[in-house]
């Protein structure tokens, strides 16, 4: 029998905001990882490892903090760990993405990402998420869940994915605008 964990894309979701700035100021901000404690949920900050930093190619170590009261039920990493994640798209003024590398540093179907588009007094910020197959810590947050728990996992996870990338835009445009 298939999993529900198996589908393709596992996640995939968007959301915008208009931000009172051009389109080159809101990248400048976005593609500033170290910076995304100030509006992400869960990431703290973090580092560029390697490469030209917010080039496409370079390497961000972030530092992630979740707390137990997200999807509480389910077992997933708390506290405080670490990520790395490889710009996958650098275009000034336009767009920025990053994929989520595994622990062995191979690249997983797991993007992050802003879009910009040009708008009348400022910019369009569209964050977006997509994960292809489920990854390593997807399967492993599932191993033992049967499959209407698993259901249940990715319909909380869906929604708290879609709440973050709500707060994530709000933030980004107090932080410009202010």
Known sequence: MTSLIDKSPLFELSADIFVAASPEE???VVSDLPRSGEWSPECQGGEWISGEPATVGAVFRGENLR????????????GTWYTEARVVTAEPGRAFRWMM?????????SVWGFGIEPADGGAVLTHHFRMGKATAGIHKIVADLDEPERAK???EWT???ADDLDATLRRIKQVIES
Do not use: N
Request: glycine residues 4%; without cysteine; aromatic residues 10%.
């Open 26 to 28: 809101v990248y400048s």
């Open 159 to 161: 929604s708290k994915l």
């Open 101 to 109: 590398l595994s622990h062995a540093g191979a690249d997983q179907e």
């Open 153 to 155: 996992f990715v319909e």
């Open 67 to 78: 707390s137990e009261d997200v999807v509480a039920w389910a077992p997933l990493v708390r």
